[in-house]
């Protein structure tokens, strides 16, 4: 063979052993025998030769490509396994590790507590429905029978907003949930059974009071719908929430300006200990009553035909006497440490008391 051919050999040899991964392998094989290559631009030159010359460089460069093609081909089947072998290498997977913690994060106690009530309500044929945190004036307060200058409204002072424009309607950050009594009845025909769960405004602040806090609301429009239903649905609701199938529950009598009669929810505790069920003490955790013929008619619904009872509650204020959280204030502070004492796994449902 010839010393060209032969340094040919040699170089490719040598390139394609030094040749570390598949870029650098192709960069040889395509200098060699591509359609510019080394090899494949003398076999290009056969075609200026004598026959005589032909035939022997001919064989030569066929011998040559022959074997720089085995050699190349070999080459990057080797470097293929060598780079499936370091990708398995580098990706395995160690079985043997710890399972990462599940859960990072917790469920806040408040969201906790919506979920809960969504959970008995739900079982007793309710609805979870909602309405905007700003709410108009009418909705909030006058819908509910309680007009403009109505002592009741000195109570539930909030932030007040502008009307929106091409309305008269003012409009406030909601001092309760109970608009959305007034929305849902606009929007739907009774048969009504919905609680209402959402963030409330008022201007207060201190240990016991938040300028933002939660509440639910319920309702319940239908036929023939009496005080026994609201005391029924209550009671049961308690001692569920409670985890407390005797928990001892008081009415009494008391004024809100969108029921009559109306009444406060008392629970059984102990003044001295905190502990809810015994102690013979009385606590108000709620307020409720029939609706109003005034609130009905105020929505379309002929008090004549349809009754309905209402009830409304902090959640804050449930979700402390359930977990014994002594000052509302930690309900906002973003506190990890916090959050991880009270707060739930969000692996864990809102579990269904016994009991209904
Ligand atoms: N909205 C009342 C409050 O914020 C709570 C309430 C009382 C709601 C009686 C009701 C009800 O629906 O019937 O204090």
Request: aromatic letters at 8%; one cysteine or more.
């Amino acid at each position: 063979m010839s010393d060209d051919l032969e340094t040919l050999r040699q170089e490719t040899l040598a390139a394609l052993a030094a040749a570390g991964d598949r870029r650098e392998w192709d960069a040889v094989r395509v200098g060699t025998l591509g359609k510019s290559g080394r090899l494949t631009g003398l076999l290009k030159e056969l075609g200026r030769m004598s026959p005589e010359e032909r035939k022997l460089r001919g064989g030569a460069l066929n011998r040559l490509r022959d074997d720089l093609s085995r050699a190349v081909e070999a080459r990057g089947a080797e470097i293929e396994a060598a780079t499936l072998n370091a990708r398995l290498a580098s990706e395995r997977v160690d079985v043997t590790l710890p399972a990462r913690p599940e859960s990072q994060g917790a469920i806040h106690p408040i969201s906790r507590t919506m979920e809960e009530m969504a959970a008995i309500f739900g079982a007793m044929g309710f609805k979870v429905a909602e309405g905007p945190d700003i709410e108009t004036d009418w909705h909030n307060f006058s819908a509910l029978n309680t007009p403009d200058h109505h002592p009741a409204r000195t109570d539930q002072d909030t932030f007040y907003l502008p009307a929106e424009q091409g309305s008269l309607r003012e409009r406030v950050l909601r001092t309760q949930t109970s608009g959305v009594q007034i929305r849902t009845m606009l929007g739907q025909e009774p048969p009504i059974r919905i609680i209402a769960p959402g963030r409330t405004y008022r201007a207060d602040h201190d240990a016991t009071h938040s300028p933002m806090f939660h509440q639910c609301e319920g309702l319940v429009i239908d036929r023939g719908i009496t005080l026994a239903h609201l005391k029924g649905c209550l009671i049961d609701f308690l001692r569920a929430y409670f985890g407390q199938p005797n928990l001892p529950v008081r009415f009494r009598a008391s004024y809100f300006p969108f029921t009559e009669p109306s009444m406060e929810v008392d629970i059984g505790w102990s003044r001295k200990t905190g502990e809810i069920g015994g102690g013979g003490d009385w606590l108000e955790v709620l307020g409720s009553g029939m609706v109003h013929p005034r609130v009905l008619a105020n929505c379309g619904l002929d008090p004549r035909e349809w009754q309905g009872f209402a009830f409304g509650m902090g959640i804050e204020r449930l979700t402390m006497l359930r977990h014994g959280i002594p000052d509302l204030r930690s309900f906002y502070e973003s506190d990890v440490r916090w959050l991880r004492h009270y707060g739930n796994s969000p692996l864990s449902p809102a579990l269904l008391h016994e009991g209904l």
